[in-house]
């Protein structure tokens, strides 16, 4: 086998399966020892990655996991939205903590800008929206996307030049206001105080900017190693996903190419996050939703609110249609469940093993949310262990029931388990030596 597909194999895209939030943040620490390169392909400061590092906790919005991992180089690709403010109260946030950020911090040139009209222009639709809101974060990141895709868009790049920067986003403010008079009768911006104020702020980006693409492609030919890093959830995904109940990009494994500059025969592996049970921000269908005190267990064990909002997240049971439709979409090369331990206490678990709708079992995870919201779920009941998992690291601890569960869930995913979270610490984790992708890449234990 030739050495550059040897290379090849190494270099791993990290999505998740479910609708996010699934733990990828602490996953990606974890595993970032393993790699050079850290790199975010997508999303912007509305996905929360939390991470706890000897007892402290990091919300990080932007900035790769990896950045927590001395000298690993973190990467903010060209496939993100990025706004300026959330990204240097961040690094700030960081360095505060004793990690400097210094120059292990590349952001693409090519990434769009979240200007202070995108968060009015989201604020305001949702509200529109009434009873049928989406339940976005409002941050601006949909509209951002929105510019971006019909080509009025600022990115970093424009940063360089305050002559034209200034230019572009007079040239925006002017079309963003005539929009907003027409509708309200009122403007949404002062062209002149916008600008001061942003560009005080944004210009500190661009000591940081690179041709991201131009530079992860480098040094994957000098051998190094890279982690690709997806915000959210492949349910999530604006083009797969639980549309229109999406968010505005590419999360699943397909956008780190685009969203990173890469050709997909530069990634060797998918690997896929996915909670123990199954939970979900914001409105949409979820078939597998458990309602009333069940529901508000799991979601005061598991802490489920927001990392970035606060949002009490929706809670359900482990989802085996929609994991199975997100592995074949991404086709995973192996899975990682965390939150294991939440399920302690029960004495039996269900897991959702079938849509049905009308008396007949759907073959398909559907397109239209109307169906989704429609289905009849059935259920498989299994065993819980009743006592805790909690911080085990080694899978023989584990009570054979809860092994059962596990493997129940792999056979219906039809994919390897390759690491179990049972906390939020980086050494709260179990490894599955005979998983086929840790034997094929040789990843080592920490």
Not at 55 to 64: A, C, E, T
Not at 119 to 135: L, N, S
Not at 336 to 350: F, G, R, S, W
Not at 383 to 392: A, I, M, R, Y
Request: glycine content about 10%; hydrophobic content about 35%; aromatic content about 8%.
């Amino acid at each position: 086998m030739c050495e550059s597909f040897l290379d090849m194999e190494k270099n791993t895209v990290l999505v998740g399966v479910q609708w996010g939030d699934e733990g990828k943040g602490k996953v990606v620490d974890v595993l970032a020892d393993q790699f050079d390169i850290v790199a975010r392909y997508q999303g912007g400061a509305n996905a929360g990655h939390t991470v706890v590092v000897d007892g402290k906790k990091f919300i990080l919005q932007l900035i790769p996991s990896g950045i927590l991992r001395p000298g690993k180089i973190a990467v903010i690709g060209n496939g993100v939205v990025l706004d300026p403010e959330a990204l240097f109260c961040e690094v700030e946030a960081i360095e505060r903590a004793g990690i400097q950020v210094g120059d292990r911090l590349r952001i693409s040139d090519r990434s769009h800008l979240i200007l202070p009209y995108h968060r009015m222009h989201e604020q305001a639709a949702e509200a529109a929206r009434g009873d049928d809101k989406i339940g976005t974060t409002s941050k601006g990141i949909g509209p951002s996307y929105e510019d971006k895709a019909s080509r009025r868009g600022l990115r970093c790049c424009d940063l360089r030049d305050a002559r034209i920067f200034r230019e572009k986003c007079k040239r925006a403010l002017l079309e963003k206001n005539r929009y907003a008079a027409a509708f309200s009768g009122e403007v949404i911006a002062d062209a002149d105080q916008l600008i001061e104020s942003y560009w005080s702020q944004a210009r500190r980006i661009v000591p940081f900017l690179v041709n991201t693409a131009d530079y992860l492609n480098r040094e994957m030919d000098r051998g190094k190693t890279v982690l690709f890093e997806g915000a959210q959830g492949t349910l999530l995904d604006l083009d797969h996903g639980t549309y229109p109940f999406v968010t505005s990009s590419s999360a699943a494994a397909g956008g780190a190419c685009t969203g990173a500059g890469v050709g997909p025969t530069r990634i060797g592996a998918v690997i896929g996050v996915s909670k123990a049970y199954t939970t979900r921000v914001g409105s949409g269908p979820f078939p597998t939703e458990v309602e009333g005190q069940g529901a508000e267990l799991l979601r005061e064990r598991g802490g489920e609110y927001g990392a970035v909002t606060g949002r009490p997240r929706r809670c359900g049971w482990f989802d085996v249609p929609a994991a199975r439709y997100s592995s074949r979409l991404n086709h995973l090369s192996a899975l990682i469940i965390t939150k294991l331990d939440i399920l302690d206490h029960l004495a039996e678990i269900p897991v959702g093993v079938e849509y049905q709708l009308n008396g007949h079992t759907l073959t398909e995870f559907p397109a239209e949310a109307e169906t989704l919201e429609r289905v009849e779920t059935r259920y498989k009941m299994l065993p819980g262990w009743q006592q805790s998992t909690f911080g085990l690291r080694d899978y023989a601890q584990l009570p054979q029931k809860a092994r059962d569960y596990l493997q129940f869930i792999s056979d219906q995913v039809e994919v390897e388990i390759a690491m179990i979270s049972t906390g939020p610490g980086r050494e709260q984790t179990i490894w599955m030596e005979n998983c086929e992708w840790m034997k094929q890449t040789a990843l080592k234990q920490q």
